[in-house]
């Protein structure tokens, strides 16, 4: 029997990678798209090792012709799609007044564009299928609550959170969900570039910057990329058919609603 595919984007590293592994595990075949090939086509060939089916693709998401022909190979090369994750973005350290047109375009085109891209080139595919397909969309803890120093960051988080919504109702009757997830504090490339940041900023160290997100976790302790997969996991497979629209916050009780 063919295995259902699941294409990650963002998955060469960090909580993408987690969850190309846990997809994996699952029982997809997995298609690792990023802007770094190589270091997808190592992430790619270990899943293989392990006895799980991955390629991985170059993909740049905020470019939308380079989206839909991602997808294209991903097709070509695994027979079919059903899950997209879309993981990639960028989480620069920008408090609002240093703010430029020119990063307002990078970072909105890569975490919501891409978003909207992806969509849009899952959704052919999705209706090849007999069942639709499942778009999961990375938020943050940043897009439910307004986070200093992260002021570019978490609108586009916000604004994730409202695409996931409205996709939601534009596609129900094609059976096709979107949620998304939302990740606390995770220990990945991104989160220690900007308890960097924020510390350096603040004349202090790496460990007070991070602090200063990490204070609020009732579960005392900072997420690993994993902790995230498994909620994904969850979304991706057959026990989440029956939900759409949602955001699952997997940020160890950062904030309650
Ligand atoms: N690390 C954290 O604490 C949190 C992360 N998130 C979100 O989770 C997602 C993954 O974050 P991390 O793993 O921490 O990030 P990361 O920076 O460690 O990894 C991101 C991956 O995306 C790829 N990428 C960047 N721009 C791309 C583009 N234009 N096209 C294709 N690939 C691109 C990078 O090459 C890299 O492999 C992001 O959307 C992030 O905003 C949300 C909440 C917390
Ligand atoms: C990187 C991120 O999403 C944070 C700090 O919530």
Do not use: C
Not at 56 to 66: I, P, Q, Y
Not at 86 to 95: H, S, V
């Amino acid at each position: 029997m063919t295995k259902k595919v699941a294409m990650i984007t963002g998955g060469a590293q960090g909580i993408g990678e987690a969850i190309s592994r846990r997809l994996s595990q699952d029982g997809f075949a997995v298609a690792i798209a990023d802007l770094n090939k190589e270091k997808g086509s190592e992430v790619a060939a270990d899943i293989e090792k392990n006895g799980g089916s991955a390629i991985a693709v170059k993909l740049d998401v905020s470019d939308r012709e380079n989206f839909f022909a991602g997808v294209k190979e991903v097709v070509e090369k695994l027979g079919r799609l059903d899950v997209l994750v879309n993981n990639a973005g960028l989480g620069p350290t920008t408090p609002i007044e240093t703010i430029t047109p020119e990063s307002f375009d990078k970072v909105y085109h890569i975490n919501v564009a891409g978003d909207i891209w992806g969509i849009q080139a899952a959704i052919e595919q999705f209706r090849k299928n007999e069942n639709g397909g499942k778009i999961i969309n990375a938020t943050s803890q940043a897009g439910v609550v307004g986070n200093p120093n992260l002021s570019l960051y978490s609108s586009t988080k916000f604004a994730v959170r409202g695409l996931t919504q409205v996709a939601a109702r534009d596609l129900a009757s094609e059976n096709i969900t979107v949620n998304a997830y939302a990740p606390g504090i995770v220990k990945t490339p991104m989160m220690f570039d900007i308890a960097h940041q924020v510390g350096k900023n603040a004349g202090k160290d790496d460990d007070w910057g991070m602090q200063t997100f990490a204070k609020d976790i009732a579960l005392k302790r900072l997420s690993e990329p994993e902790d995230v997969a498994a909620a994904v996991s969850f979304l991706a497979g057959p026990d989440s058919n029956y939900i759409t629209g949602q955001t699952i916050e997997v940020d160890g009780g950062m904030q309650f609603h």
